[in-house]
Structures are given as structure tokens and as C-alpha cells.
């Protein structure tokens, strides 16, 4: 694989197709629907089980064959594939999954916040210039999606570390696509790269890795039914 693979993957299936994924689903995973309502346990099987068909294909393996080991903070591992970078993420009807050979990967993509949201929280946990840029005068939609998109770059760097949320608030990872953060602070040794990935619809995307190698980013759309 060159560069970081990634992949749009809508949640919304039909019934039937569904049930297939489920059937790829290990027991923990199953458990995790527990109580949810039919379009959450829906939404989550069809990310899951579109995270575990590409992995599988990636590595040769059955998608139901596939065990997941959690590092520290619930960072995704392939038990026997240490090489491959996994992580995902899903926001409402859309998941996202980025792989990388051999290097560390985050990824995340979040739906526009509310503007009004937005800029509370950016006041409150970004640093200063970044809740700054996010409160600068524009359409409500404009702030929404410069606070999203500065949020999606913090969960995917926190995501490529392994790390918590907390450990990012003081680190900035604002400035024009793609991003090098020489200093993430609390989360660990630098450099890191962001990228922002375009998606569809009212969501905004991105992916970290760690190092220097540059980052190119391989966007497909998974084709799953």
C-alpha cells in the first residue's frame, strides 16, 4: 500500500446486508449494541463490519477471523499484523477508516457542530488563536466547520498517539492543510502530520501519522454490498 489508505463508508445499508455484516461481528462487538436502538446497532454494524472486510482484504485473512487488541486507551490492533496502522471513526451515517503500513494512524470525522457550540468549546479547551479563528466574524456554517475541522485534527492526532483527549488542548494543530506539529506535548515525541480529508455531506475528516515521512492520503469509498 502507498501512502495511507482511506475509506468513506456509509452506515446506511439495507436490512438484509446488515445481517450479513452482523455475522462478521465478534462477540464483544455484538455486546456493544446491547440496548441501542435499531439505527445506532444498525449504523455500528455496518462501520464494523466494513472495518473488518478491508482489514481482511488488506491482510488476506476472514473478516470474522480478525481479533482486535486494545493498547493503551483503546487504540485498535490487529492480533499477528503489529505492522499495519489501524483506526476509525464515525459520526452519524458516515464511518471512516484509515490503514498504514508500518506507521502509526489516527483518523476522525465528526458532523458539523452548532456554531454557537463550537465556539464555547473552542474557548474553553483550544488554544488561543485557534478559538480566536473560530469566533472570527462569518456565517454560523463557517465557524461550525472551522471549529469541526480543528477538532477532527486533534481526535486523529490523539488517535495516531494512543493517547487521551486532555493530553492535546495545548497543543495547536491549526494552519493550512497538510499540518507538521514539531511539539505535541503530553502526547508524546514529535513530529506529527494532519491532514484534512474531504468527505461528503455536513462532516469534516482527518488523518495524523506519526514522523517524518510526508503524508499522502489514498481516499476510496467502500463498496461493501
Given at each position: 500500500?502507498?501512502?495511507?489508505?482511506?475509506?468513506?463508508?456509509?452506515?446506511?445499508?439495507?436490512?438484509?446486508?446488515?445481517?450479513?455484516?452482523?455475522?462478521?461481528?465478534?462477540?464483544?462487538?455484538?455486546?456493544?449494541?446491547?440496548?441501542?436502538?435499531?439505527?445506532?446497532?444498525?449504523?455500528?454494524?455496518?462501520?464494523?463490519?466494513?472495518?473488518?472486510?478491508?482489514?481482511?482484504?488488506?491482510?488476506?485473512?476472514?473478516?470474522?477471523?480478525?481479533?482486535?487488541?486494545?493498547?493503551?486507551?483503546?487504540?485498535?490492533?490487529?492480533?499477528?499484523?503489529?505492522?499495519?496502522?489501524?483506526?476509525?471513526?464515525?459520526?452519524?451515517?458516515?464511518?471512516?477508516?484509515?490503514?498504514?503500513?508500518?506507521?502509526?494512524?489516527?483518523?476522525?470525522?465528526?458532523?458539523?457542530?452548532?456554531?454557537?457550540?463550537?465556539?464555547?468549546?473552542?474557548?474553553?479547551?483550544?488554544?488561543?488563536?485557534?478559538?480566536?479563528?473560530?469566533?472570527?466574524?462569518?456565517?454560523?456554517?463557517?465557524?461550525?466547520?472551522?471549529?469541526?475541522?480543528?477538532?477532527?485534527?486533534?481526535?486523529?492526532?490523539?488517535?495516531?498517539?494512543?493517547?487521551?483527549?486532555?493530553?492535546?488542548?495545548?497543543?495547536?494543530?491549526?494552519?493550512?492543510?497538510?499540518v507538521l506539529v514539531g511539539d505535541p506535548g503530553a502526547l508524546g515525541p514529535g513530529p506529527v502530520r494532519l491532514c484534512d480529508v474531504p468527505v461528503p455531506g455536513p462532516f469534516r475528516a482527518a488523518v495524523a501519522t506519526l514522523g517524518e515521512l510526508p503524508l499522502h492520503v489514498n481516499s476510496s469509498v467502500w463498496q461493501g454490498n
Amino acid at each position: 500500500m502507498t501512502g495511507i489508505g482511506f475509506w468513506c463508508i456509509d452506515a446506511e445499508q439495507p436490512a438484509s446486508f446488515v445481517e450479513e455484516l452482523w455475522q462478521l461481528l465478534d462477540p464483544r462487538e455484538r455486546a456493544r449494541t446491547a440496548g441501542a436502538s435499531p439505527e445506532l446497532r444498525s449504523r455500528f454494524t455496518v462501520v464494523r463490519g466494513a472495518v473488518r472486510q478491508l482489514v481482511g482484504a488488506r491482510l488476506g485473512v476472514r473478516p470474522a477471523g480478525l481479533v482486535w487488541r486494545r493498547g493503551p486507551n483503546g487504540k485498535p490492533e490487529v492480533e499477528g499484523a503489529e505492522g499495519l496502522g489501524v483506526s476509525w471513526s464515525a459520526s452519524g451515517a458516515l464511518g471512516v477508516l484509515a490503514l498504514a503500513e508500518g506507521r502509526a494512524v489516527g483518523v476522525d470525522v465528526e458532523r458539523l457542530h452548532d456554531a454557537r457550540t463550537a465556539e464555547r468549546m473552542a474557548a474553553r479547551w483550544f488554544p488561543f488563536e485557534e478559538a480566536r479563528s473560530v469566533a472570527e466574524p462569518a456565517e454560523p456554517s463557517e465557524r461550525a466547520a472551522r471549529f469541526t475541522a480543528l477538532w477532527c485534527r486533534r481526535e486523529a492526532c490523539v488517535k495516531a498517539y494512543g493517547g487521551r483527549l486532555t493530553q492535546s488542548f495545548g497543543v495547536s494543530v491549526a494552519g493550512p492543510s497538510p499540518v507538521l506539529v514539531g511539539d505535541p506535548g503530553a502526547l508524546g515525541p514529535g513530529p506529527v502530520r494532519l491532514c484534512d480529508v474531504p468527505v461528503p455531506g455536513p462532516f469534516r475528516a482527518a488523518v495524523a501519522t506519526l514522523g517524518e515521512l510526508p503524508l499522502h492520503v489514498n481516499s476510496s469509498v467502500w463498496q461493501g454490498n
